[in-house]
């Protein structure tokens, strides 16, 4: 298993275990595709998984890649084994995992916006302002009970000004959010505006 805080932030499951796969599929030479990715569920979590089998030094293996989001980090398990049996085996065991999650509050952007305590103004990508690219990037935020921004979503957005976006939000903090005295994590939306009249 292994855990990676994602470069783009933005980023889903999916397109992150594409691009983790795809770079270490350069190096093999026989790699055998037997189930693309595809989506699996296990104690209440989404995951995505790859299977694959590949010659290595005459002996044939097995493999089964499974990739989830959880709390702001890309969370991976890839599982190696002599038989697609002993592999499915071997992956029935994240069936076991507890992914334990506080009661999320949702509330919109107006009502999140006033407890806003540290607002980073994201940095222009010069690929975007060469282009003369204006826009806005709407992005799904998960905030904890701390007030830190520790997971987000992207909802619409160019993919030029999507990772400038979400690593400035990222950096945002808010106010803790109380329900009944108790902090909670909060479900928000966010809305960050690029445009090429404002100062650098």
């Keep these: 298993m292994g855990a990676a805080e994602p470069e783009n932030p933005a980023l889903t499951p999916l397109e992150a275990i594409s691009t983790l796969m795809n770079r270490a599929k350069d190096q093999q ?11 699996v569920d296990f104690a209440g979590q989404h995951f995505f998984r790859e299977d694959f089998k590949q010659s290595w030094s005459g002996q044939v293996l097995y493999k089964a890649n499974l990739v989830t989001k959880f ?3 890309f969370l991976f398990w890839s599982f ?3 038989s697609s049996k002993e592999v499915e085996e071997a992956v029935s065991s994240l069936t076991r995992i507890s992914f334990r999650r506080q009661p999320v509050v949702s ?6 916006h006033p407890v806003l305590l540290k607002k980073v103004p ?16 709407i ?4 905030i904890d009970t701390n007030g830190e921004v520790v997971e987000l979503d992207l ?15 990222k950096q ?9 005295g108790h902090p909670t994590e909060v479900e928000t939306q966010i809305t960050v505006s690029f445009s090429l009249g404002a100062k650098r």
């Design 139 to 142: 992005l799904k935020a998960l």
């Design 155 to 169: 909802v619409s957005g160019h993919p030029l000004l999507v990772p400038a976006a979400a690593i400035a939000v």
């Design 29 to 39: 030479a026989d790699y055998e595709l037997l189930h693309d990715f595809h989506p």
């Design 80 to 82: 190696v084994a002599s």
């Design 172 to 180: 945002w903090k808010y106010k803790p959010y109380f329900v009944s």
């Design 71 to 73: 709390r702001g980090y």
């Design 122 to 137: 994201p940095k222009y990508p010069e690929g975007a302002r060469q282009a003369k690219l204006q826009g806005q990037v």
């Design 107 to 112: 509330v919109s952007s107006k009502t999140s």
